[in-house]
């Protein structure tokens, strides 16, 4: 048996702000029998209240940093067959949303000294600790240099979701949370903190959530001023692919949406016609539908839709926007959808149930990321037969391919520069199409519902490297 536990500040149905809570909501599954795999997360108040239920405590303990007790909560419940454990700290993690405070970079470096602090509670070994993301990065660090006497055994893999976010703090607000006599090189940035550099040092495997990723993160363009430290790392960044959770997003009986379907071109119009009517828009089956589901932040390539938004206005389509995120785009596209009441539609808010009611109404899905670790919302798409206009980048690159009319082929329509006027004239390409070959618009569609993401293949690729790392543990053990 092999015991991984996963560490991340999102599962889904827990709490999700984006796509690593549906990562960290799917992978546990998908290993094998053979595999104990566990999940901790923060016990935020913002977690629906019909799982607050099944959630029970185990214990409570306190944590000594610097000269403060913080309390320290550890409850538990099993869902679908995961056990999930939470940390619960009222004054860091009851709140109404699960980011952007000012104290963000202290919420999670309790977190992750409370999770080192209260695996001995649980009852549960780990051969792997798998942590994610910038908030869970001072873990290996600390398992490195403070905690290895605790846990002499244990391997621990970072996952880097999104190099962008890296967790950076002045050394003195964040210093009593690491005990450190003085800054060392493997966490130092420019005079402050990097938590996701001491990661990317102290892990002992780095994987990332595509292999293009990969290979672009060790480019200034994208490495966002990690691209060196990638480089030292070298081999072992490995690019896994993500997945998605087929079982839950599942147009033949998802409960939020309007008609459930399979492949029928029949049904999945009725979804069209009945989310033009609760949206307010023309209720007409011959206009494509394009929509964008995603957080109003640059790297969604919310720039060169804005750049060409009327351009793209001009062709005979509808426009639905549903997202959050910088108040720039938000207050953009709220006034543009305004200005063409008939064509566009944008809706402010995180809402689940109304974006696969989007995903299922739709013809198009437009995605023009300037960069894409993974990305699920294409693959979400295309599992609900919406056809992806993406950008060749990241995760988009690995797993939409240009529809090519020779061989039949191709899932999607994509273009390589992050340039406003290539993506518009791709999007004219995908909507002259769909009015006028209907045969090869059907053709894709179908490609596109036939193109599956498996969790997986991606779980045994994980696993493989898991395994090479316990052999190593063993190893180190008997020598
Ligand atoms: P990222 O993790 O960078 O935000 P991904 O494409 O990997 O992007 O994952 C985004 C996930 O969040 C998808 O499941 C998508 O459907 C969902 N999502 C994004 N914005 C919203 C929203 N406003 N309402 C509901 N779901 C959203």
Redesign the pocket.
Known sequence: MLNVLFVASEA?PFA????????IGALPKSFPKDVDARVIIPLYSTIPEELKRKIKPICHFHIHMNATLYYCGISTCEYEGITFYFIDNESFFKRPSLYNYFDDGERFLYFCRAVLDSIPSLDFEPDIIHCNDWQTAAIPYLLRHQYRPLFPNTKCVFTI??IKYQGIYGFSDINQYLHLGFLPSDLEYYGKINLMKGALYSADLVTT?SPTYAQEIKDPYYGEGLDSVIGDVGDHVVGIL?G?DESI?TPKDDPALFVPYTTSKKKKAENKKALQDYLDLPIREDVPMISM?????E??GLDLVANVIHEILQLDLQLVV???GEANYENLLRSIAYNYPDKMVT??????????KI?AASDLFL?P?KF?????????AMRYGAVPIVRETG?LKDTVSYFDSETNEGNGFSFATYNAHDMLFTIQKAVSLYHNDHTTFNRIVSNAFNSHFDWKRSAQMYLTHYKKLQEAAHHELHT
């Open positions: 889904y999700k702000s984006g796509g690593l809570g549906d990562v979701h999104n959530v993500n998605i997003y589901i995603t957080r109003l932040v790297q969604k549903l997202g959050t809706i402010i808010d995180f809402d689940e149930s109304l974006s696969r995903y995605m990321s894409e670790p993974c990305g699920l919302s294409q693959m979400i995760g």
